[in-house]
């Protein structure tokens, strides 16, 4: 099993990006599938996640109305567009399979399973 994130770069602020996450060795139809960014000196956190059940779509309130993420079970790849980037933003980001766990009236869970891949370096700087 392999996800390679990849698309990363230099971005000006309310610019534009689209990351992608390449998944291998197993059916994206059958897992969820996350965005998770680490900056310098901070844990690595949860941005967007993508369930398999319905194909329900979640977002870190840090993101949500800038961030879309989508799925393309033929390319067996997951999306993430980033747009109107800030620069706190910047991160190293890193796609990852994942459980969602939705409990009412808490907060939504997102919990990483499998080894990480490489991620891709997204710098969002004039």
């Known amino acids: 099993v392999q996800l390679q994130a990849s698309g990363g770069g230099l971005v000006q602020p309310g610019g534009s990006l689209r990351l992608s996450c390449a998944a291998s060795?197993?059916?994206?139809?059958?897992?969820?599938v996350g965005w998770f960014r680490q900056s310098p000196g901070k844990e690595r956190g949860w941005v967007s996640c993508h369930s398999s059940a319905d194909g329900s779509t979640y977002y870190a309130d840090s993101v949500k109305g800038r961030f879309t993420i989508s799925r393309d079970i033929a390319a067996a790849t997951v999306y993430l567009q980033m747009n109107n980037v800030r620069p706190e933003d910047t991160a190293i980001y890193y796609c990852?399979?994942?459980?969602?766990?939705?409990?009412?009236?808490?907060?939504?869970?997102?919990?990483?399973?499998?080894?990480w891949g490489q991620g891709t370096l997204v710098t969002v700087s004039s």
């Open positions: 990852s399979r994942v459980h969602i766990v939705e409990v009412p009236g808490s907060p939504l869970r997102v919990r990483p399973f499998g080894s």
């Open positions: 060795g197993f059916n994206l139809d059958d897992f969820a």
